[in-house]
């Protein structure tokens, strides 16, 4: 897996760790930024740093096929941290929060990223429903896995 930190806007590789974080997973979604904004104040009650994560991946074809994608990986990792630092800022973290945090937009699909992640968190915040389709369910597809799969306790925000 490739682990992306974003360092005042800049990218780079290296290994991610989650261990003793807050770890919240956003799309830029308001769910998740509530789900931010709940880790904010989680973070500060606990001392604990946050790590704030964006997942991407190419879009699933059906079968083999000659297609291409009209967007490249560099500009989905783009996007990935993008959507971090736009689900932050509305989120209202900055450096007068009293809370320390990291960014990372990685490579893969949310639940199993997640997963991986949380084996070393300490807690694991994501939003109700996020970007995916199916707006009506309550529960999304990544937060009903995690609920079942994470390996720290797991907190979903309505």
Known sequence: MRYFVCHSGAMTEQPISAEGTIL?????SEPSVR???????????RSQPLLVVACWTFPP?????????????????????HVIEETIAAAGLDSSSGVEWRRAAIAGAPAPVLTELSGAAE????????????????????????????GCPVVIVH
């Open 123 to 150: 807690l694991l915040v994501v939003g109700s429903r996020g970007r995916g389709g199916f707006k009506g369910l309550l529960l999304g597809s990544v937060s009903n896995y995690l609920a079942a799969h994470a």
């Open 35 to 45: 789900a931010l904004r709940w880790a904010v104040e989680q973070a500060r009650t």
């Open 24 to 28: 919240v997973g956003v799309d830029g």
């Open 61 to 81: 074809m059906l079968g083999p096929s000659p297609y291409q994608p009209p967007i490249s990986g560099e500009e989905l990792e783009l996007a990935a941290a």
